[in-house]
């Protein structure tokens, strides 16, 4: 159930940067970036990622705020041989079809690469 979720790109037209500060919008793009990352680690592709299919939740504020990261339609979701190979295409997608500026891709990328363990080449 997505009981207090609502789609990312909802969050961020509601304000919810703005309201809850630049802190508590890094740990959102940190736990995103570590949940792909999680995914692709065990080597499984969402294969159709679309900002719209990320959701957030954030509880309490400043320090003590809690954020967490859902993703939707996972029904096409497939294991690839290497966790490179389905890192690499969902994240390229996520690129195309999201709206982050340039300076959060890189927060984002740089949250991912560090989760993941390496460099994905092209992000």
């Known amino acids: ?47 159709c990622i679309y900002i719209k299919h990320v959701f957030v939740r954030v509880t309490g504020e400043g320090e003590a ?3 967490e990261i ?4 996972l029904e096409k979701c497939r294991q690839r041989l290497t966790a490179y190979r389905a890192a690499a295409h969902d994240m390229k997608q996520l690129r195309r079809h999201s709206s982050f500026s340039t300076a959060d891709w890189r927060k984002l990328v740089y949250f991912y690469e560090t989760a993941f363990g390496s460099a994905i080449k092209g992000l």
């Open 1 to 47: 159930s997505l009981d207090g979720f609502e789609e990312i790109e909802h969050w961020y037209a509601g304000g919810g940067r703005e309201r809850l500060g630049e802190a508590v919008h890094e740990r959102v793009l940190k736990d995103l970036a570590e949940n792909l990352a999680r995914m692709h680690k065990g080597r499984w592709q969402h294969s």
């Open 65 to 67: 705020a809690k954020v």
């Open 70 to 73: 859902a993703l939707i339609d």
